[in-house]
């Protein structure tokens, strides 16, 4: 078992998982190692979120054509209140 030096302690990958300081799934956690993040960055940089930079856009162009929030979810395949959650607003009851 290889050992990973993070906070000035060493432990394997399964035991930095279960560290408090670590924000993501031991999966998650194994792929940053082999991709060579640094322990620290790889145990406390949270998941991104997952709507892409390219959905915020799309959202915001149809939302600015007219488009309701729940044609938009429906059209991009998103949960139904998603569209007004991406551009920050409330959805409708």
């Not at 924000?23 to 620290?40: A, D, N, Y």
């Not at 395949?77 to 551009?87: Q, V």
Request: glycine residues 8%.
């Amino acid at each position: 078992m290889k050992l990973h030096k993070a906070f000035g302690k060493e432990h394997g990958v399964f035991e930095w998982s279960l560290d408090p300081r670590c924000q993501v799934p031991h999966s998650t956690l194994k792929q940053r190692i082999k991709s060579g993040w640094s322990m620290e960055r790889a145990l406390t940089q949270p998941l991104r979120n997952r709507v892409t930079d390219a959905i915020r856009r799309q959202v915001a162009k149809l939302f600015s054509e007219g488009m309701a929030g729940r044609e938009i979810s429906k059209r991009l395949k998103l949960g139904h209140s998603t569209a007004y959650l991406i551009r920050g607003r409330q959805p409708k009851a």
